[in-house]
């Protein structure tokens, strides 16, 4: 339940003109007055013979008494209370039982013999009332509604729970600006899934996702066929923007805009100019391993660098300083933009879904530091301008290392905020890490099932031969990790990485040690993708190595034999375990 109160006005009969008329596009239905001070205020919706000019002048009486001079200038007091989507449909007693507690909490009618101010409920919809009230109590004095929005959130949380309502995590004023009763009724007139303001939203969110320069940005709002005004000073300088969708007009036919700061708090001009403040604008992207193999610009490269920078920005988060947190929790929103808006069609529905969700976890009161947040805003980047991934091969397989990573990160996001008390954010996260998940196993189907199909074919004394490694290596998970599916891709990419030159056993060690598995769903399957990750192997299956019946690898198919890179254990072992 959401009470959002509204800064004061001027004219008690222009508001109820609006709550008891047909509203801005026709979405009000059946107005009618569902509680008052009294319990006996005229309803104009319901009653033929009241009026509004009645009902005004009613709640109007006490400020009318005043002498003039002693007026409020704005004096209309106006909250709307409204349902969650997913809450049953309320009766009228209900809300006239929410609307007499949200004005006794706010102070505008507190009860118990202490004198309160003039107030109505209008209710023209399922799912939300309108309370009026006049800023001037029956003896002439001005109510106590210091923080009434606070106070009406807190009423709203113990309403929630003794209905047995939806319970909305307590907020801090970070989120996003909901969208109108008015913009939800227009969008399913118009048949869409959201209301611009959404779509202009995720459109600006992708736009911004590893920019460097405010034309850069401007350039992919132009390119996402947004429509674009700039607020400039008489000096030349930028100051703000708003953005339209070229359908989106209003009942003159003109487009309807909307500043980045309404979009959200972060999206305002200033807000996007710190996310590139600490932007190194010419330092070189390291390009190694097979991120160089495949191109400094293609999908799966961008993958890997994402990988290698999510694992790294968990630490951070982790260990870290809070600013420092909050900048990278802030940069990995990006990176979830960005690997949406290029994702594979079988996984873009769940890693939008992701991006979306996690957009209110991606600000806290928390003053992010800008700079140390470089590799994941260069990993957004490489992601925009690697192009979208093809979903099969190294991009199929890239993809499921990077979103496993990912998965992980955004987890420790959410383990950080609930540690901060953020509970919106927390939660956000939560939702945000079970979309990434979804995306996960729908993006690592494929790459698993040839490296399952791999390991079922590995002659018996090399499966047996990595089984002792796992044992050795990893004692109390190993009988865990054997019982699993994903054994055998992990017995595959244990084989790979001996062959390219590492220690298996130490590998695992390492894979292990930074960080806990508590989390994972399949330990074999996080082990894989750290492997893959740590020891830089190839994902594409043409360029992994078969095993004869020796257990000794055999040239992959359409390759040449890769050479052990620098720092590498050269050889392996054999079947005795001696090293060769």
């Known amino acids: ?231 400039v000073a008489p000096s030349g300088d930028l100051l703000g923007y708003k953005v339209a969708l070229p359908d989106d007009r209003n009942r003159d036919g003109e487009p309807v805009f909307y500043p980045g700061a309404r979009l959200a708090p972060d999206l305002s001009l200033p807000r996007i100019r710190e996310r590139w403040s600490g932007d190194a604008q010419d330092a070189p992207v390291p390009r190694q391993g097979n991120a160089a193999r495949t191109g400094p610009s293609t999908p799966a490269a961008a993958r890997r660098r994402t990988a290698s920078a999510a694992w790294q920005a968990m630490l951070v988060i982790e260990r870290g300083d809070d600013a420092v947190a909050a900048a990278h929790i802030a940069a990995a929103g990006e990176i979830l933009d960005a690997l949406a808006k290029t994702s594979a069609a079988h996984t873009r529905r769940e890693l939008r879904e992701a991006a979306t969700a996690f957009e209110r976890a991606s600000r806290s009161h928390v003053r992010a530091v800008r700079g140390h947040d470089r590799a994941l805003r260069q990993a957004a980047r490489d992601l925009v301008h690697g192009g979208p991934a093809l979903g099969r091969g190294e991009d199929g397989a890239c993809t499921a290392m990077a979103t496993d990573m990912l998965f992980f990160l955004i987890t420790a996001a959410a383990h950080w905020h609930a540690k901060k008390g953020h509970a919106q954010q927390a939660a956000a996260a939560a939702r945000a890490a079970e979309h990434l998940r979804s995306a996960y196993q729908e993006a690592a189907a494929g790459p698993l099932g040839v490296l399952y199909q791999r390991g079922r074919r590995l002659n018996r004394p090399l499966l047996q031969r990595q089984t002792v490694v796992l044992r050795e290596a990893l004692p109390g998970l190993a009988e865990q990790i054997l019982a699993e599916p994903g054994w055998y891709a992990l017995a595959t990419t244990i084989a790979d990485a001996e062959a390219a030159g590492h220690d298996p056993a130490a590998l695992l060690s390492a894979v292990v040690e930074r960080r806990e598995l508590d989390s994972a769903e399949s330990v074999s399957d996080v082990l894989v993708w750290r492997m893959w990750r740590m020891a830089d192997l190839p994902a594409d299956a043409s360029e992994l190595p078969s095993y004869d019946t020796t257990g000794s690898p055999s040239r992959a198919r359409g390759t040449a034999a890769r050479p052990s890179a620098p720092g590498r254990r050269r050889g392996g072992k054999d079947a005795s375990g001696r090293t060769r």
């Not at 009766?91 to 039982?97: G, H, L, M, Q, R």
């Open 1 to 231: 339940m959401i009470p959002s109160v509204n800064s004061s006005g001027s004219r008690t009969i222009g508001l109820l003109a609006y709550l008891y008329g047909p509203g801005k596009h026709e979405e009000h239905t059946d107005p009618h007055l569902v509680a008052s001070f009294d319990g006996m205020s005229p309803d104009p919706g319901r009653d033929p013979n009241a009026t509004l000019k009645d009902l005004q002048q009613l709640l109007d009486q006490p400020m009318m008494a005043l002498a003039e001079h002693a007026r409020p200038a704005k004096h209309v007091w106006h909250t709307s209370v409204r349902a969650d989507p997913r809450d049953r449909i309320l009766s009228d007693e209900e809300w006239a039982d929410i609307a007499r507690r949200i004005v006794a909490a706010t102070g505008i009618d507190p009860g118990d013999g202490q004198p309160g101010c003039r107030w109505a409920a209008v209710r023209h919809a399922d799912d939300h009332i309108h309370i009026v009230a006049t800023l001037v109590r029956e003896d002439g004095r001005r109510p106590d509604d210091f923080r009434s929005g606070a106070r009406a959130q807190a009423e709203a949380r113990l309403i929630e729970k003794e209905l047995g309502l939806h319970q909305v995590a307590p907020g801090d004023g970070t989120a996003a600006q909901r969208p109108t009763s008015a913009e939800r009724h227009k969008a399913q007139r118009q048949g869409r899934e959201r209301t611009s303001r959404e779509e202009l939203r995720e459109t600006v969110r992708r736009a911004v996702a590893g920019v460097r320069s405010e034309e850069e940005f401007f350039d992919r709002l132009a390119g996402a066929g947004l429509l674009i005004r700039k607020r």
